[in-house]
């Protein structure tokens, strides 16, 4: 479920319990369990039909020179003004059938990677998470991307700056998950990530806290 949200989020798709992750719409069906596995497949999905319907919609509103149409249009056979006009299980059947090999050069790199360790508590995080359209991915327990002690350069900071732990208090748990292919990265879970930004429920809550502007500049 975590990391099909954002995916589903973007179609407006209802997430339902069934034998093999599969993406239906209107009888067309996409495998989600593919060979780079099932958040690598969802991920490059929800990557695959934004940034496609991003070329389409210059046929619309929006007629401007988008340079990656530009360079994608020519290695793809598509009728982008059709596919315009096309219900959005047509036009997923036909994005999906593009090879993502011949988009990828031209994707732009995406803005956010969240891992979340699945628990009931961070179940009330992925509104937030699915809102941004983070890929998201799920270590299945925090000791799969868990190290043993702080590095030494991290407790030596510490310690120069006001001692954050001492040596009779245990020592805060340090995750250091894998790397990822995005601009952000975010850690939504026990411990202190190392290379990304710790959010929790109660951080993305206080979105809600910060008074209006009267008159906002935006």
């Not at 209802?14 to 599969?22: A, D, F, M, Y």
């Not at 991920?43 to 401007?64: H, N, P, S």
């Not at 006001?162 to 411990?191: C, M, Q, R, Y």
């Amino acid at each position: 479920m975590y990391p099909a949200a954002s995916l589903s989020y973007y179609l407006g798709a209802e997430l339902v319990s069934g034998n093999e992750p599969t993406l239906v719409a209107d009888g067309f069906e996409y495998p989600l369990a593919g060979l780079e596995g099932y958040e690598s497949t969802v991920g490059r999905t929800l990557r695959q039909a934004l940034f496609l319907d991003c070329v389409v919609r210059t046929e619309g509103y929006y007629q401007i020179d988008l340079h990656e149409r530009q360079q994608v249009e020519p290695l793809v056979d598509l009728d982008f003004a059709a596919l315009y006009d096309a219900p959005l299980s047509e036009r997923l059947g036909v994005y999906l059938d593009v090879p993502f090999e011949t988009l990828e050069p031209h994707v732009p790199e995406w803005h956010l990677t969240t891992d979340i360790v699945p628990t009931h508590e961070n179940v009330d995080a992925l509104p937030f998470v699915a809102n941004d359209l983070a890929l998201i991915r799920c270590p299945s327990r925090v000791n799969d991307a868990t190290i043993s002690a702080p590095p030494h350069t991290l407790t030596e900071f510490c310690r120069s700056t006001g001692s954050v732990f001492t040596e009779n208090e245990s020592k805060p748990l340090i995750v250091e998950p894998d790397t990822v292919e995005s601009i952000e990265h975010a850690w939504i879970g026990d411990g202190y990530p190392i290379g990304s930004n710790k959010a929790s429920v109660k951080s993305l809550r206080r979105r809600f806290e910060t008074p209006r502007a009267a008159d906002p500049t935006i």
